[in-house]
């Protein structure tokens, strides 16, 4: 392949790379992705490419239609809950975040919705919301008729309009809610972590079977709160707390002896956390530590 049409490529690069997110909820398998259509544009007849970025995005997204067909039963036999690949975003890695829908397109607790949904809906509803394709451009990158994609569309939104409205705070008031939360972790001030849980709040946890997690999710704030006291008396000394903002939230990030360890995003009912999630499998922290520019 020629330069240019290698940097035409890249060009091309970030957006795919977050197409490729959205429909996988995995990082290291969207750049996987990305790379394999790398190889098949190298391999294309040039000449038969209309619109480079309309042939890339249905390449990468049937890419990752094979790929969630394969995913299904990996992820049924997961160890404990599985949770997506987090992503730090302030450098624009999944583009702006600067809205609240720009954020939420993101965000962890939609990309644990999106779950819900059959390989399919999940490409209709992607590249509807987030890439604002017409039912005609998606019917045309998934070889469907119009009036199926339209009805695929109109189902998805069901599946996820039945969960529960979530209460997103602004950027300022998350961070200095995380901040809040960070000072208390690390001074060990269980009073002032307990005031900051909800009654009802629950705390899910990735390990992925290569460390040790909790198997299912904790509710309730007692409980969580225990398990956020043998979290701190584990690690001891060693253990350490820094804010990012990741998939387009202000979120922690869990260090131990210099060692990211893991990841975790929050959600609020008014300054009340109700839903953490913390990624420790270390085969999903891997793009972070890049981008963090850690080992």
Not at 95 to 117: C, F, I, N, T, W
Not at 170 to 182: I, K, W, Y
Not at 188 to 194: F, K, S
Request: hydrophobic share 45%; with cysteine.
């Amino acid at each position: 392949m020629t330069t240019a049409l290698a940097e035409e490529f890249e060009a091309h690069r970030p957006r795919l790379f977050g197409l490729a997110y959205r429909m996988l909820g995995s990082a290291e398998e969207a750049e996987d992705t990305v790379q394999d259509a790398y190889l098949r544009f190298s391999g294309a007849d040039r000449a038969g490419i209309d619109h480079l970025g309309a042939w890339l995005a249905k390449v990468v997204t049937n890419l990752c239609l094979n790929r969630l067909t394969s995913a299904r039963s990996r992820r049924e036999s997961y160890v404990g809950t599985w949770l997506p690949e987090p992503v730090v975003t302030s450098d624009g890695t999944l583009g702006p975040v600067e809205s609240a829908e720009q954020r939420d397109a993101v965000s962890v607790a939609l990309l644990v919705l999106l779950e819900r949904l059959t390989p399919t809906e999940r490409a209709v509803y992607v590249l509807r919301e987030a890439f604002g394709y017409g039912h005609r451009e998606i019917a045309e990158v998934l070889d469907l008729g119009e009036a199926n994609c339209r009805q695929l569309h109109r189902r998805a939104l069901r599946r996820l309009e039945a969960a529960e409205t979530r209460f997103e705070p602004t950027p300022e008031r998350q961070r200095e809610l995380v901040a809040s939360f960070l000072a208390a972790a690390r001074e060990g001030d269980l009073a002032r972590l307990e005031k900051m849980l909800a009654d009802d709040v629950v705390w899910w946890s990735d390990g992925g079977g290569k460390v040790s997690a909790a198997l299912r999710p904790i509710q309730g704030r007692e409980k969580v709160l225990r398990f956020l006291v043998g979290v701190i008396k584990k690690y001891g000394a060693e253990l350490g707390f820094t804010e990012a903002e990741v998939n387009g939230a202000s979120s922690m990030l869990l260090w131990a002896g210099g060692a990211l360890i893991g990841v975790i995003t929050i959600e609020y009912r008014t300054d009340l956390v109700t839903d953490a999630r913390m990624v420790m499998n270390p085969d999903k922290l891997g793009f972070v530590r890049r981008q963090l520019g850690r080992p």
